[in-house]
Nanobody, 124 residues
């Protein structure tokens, strides 16, 4: 079993920055893919950025603004968010999937482990 805990959310102005962190605990050895999803009120959950041992997948709307990093030794996933826009306002969730050398899949249903979420609010 894997537990995920997010931190770093908050409220910022248009153009501001935030750094989200996700700490994984439990049986982390076999985690292959980790990523960040977000969900705004009334909208479906969407993948923001996913990272495995082969590549990083970033959704078009945040390319050039968000950067993901993963510390395999410390089991920490970070998301540096720069040039934030009001459209980025959402609950951000950390997710993970088993398979040490598995590939990320852009589908929320493929992730069995989820954090509780951390709110990001960007005002104009």
């Amino acid at each position: 079993q894997v537990q995920l805990v997010e931190s770093g959310g908050g409220s910022v102005q248009d153009g501001g920055s935030l750094r989200l962190s996700c700490a994984a605990s439990g049986y982390t050895y076999n985690i292959g893919c980790m990523g960040w999803f977000r969900q705004a009120p009334g909208k479906e959950r969407e993948g923001v950025v996913l990272i495995d041992r082969y590549e990083t997948k970033t959704t078009d709307s945040v390319k050039g603004r968000f950067t993901v990093s993963r510390d395999y030794a410390k089991n920490i996933l970070n998301l540096q968010m720069n040039s934030l826009q009001p459209e980025d306002t959402a609950m951000y969730y950390c997710a993970a999937a088993d398979g040490r050398y598995g590939r990320c899949v852009y589908s929320a249903s493929s992730f069995p482990y989820w954090g509780q979420g951390t709110q990001v609010t960007v005002s104009s």
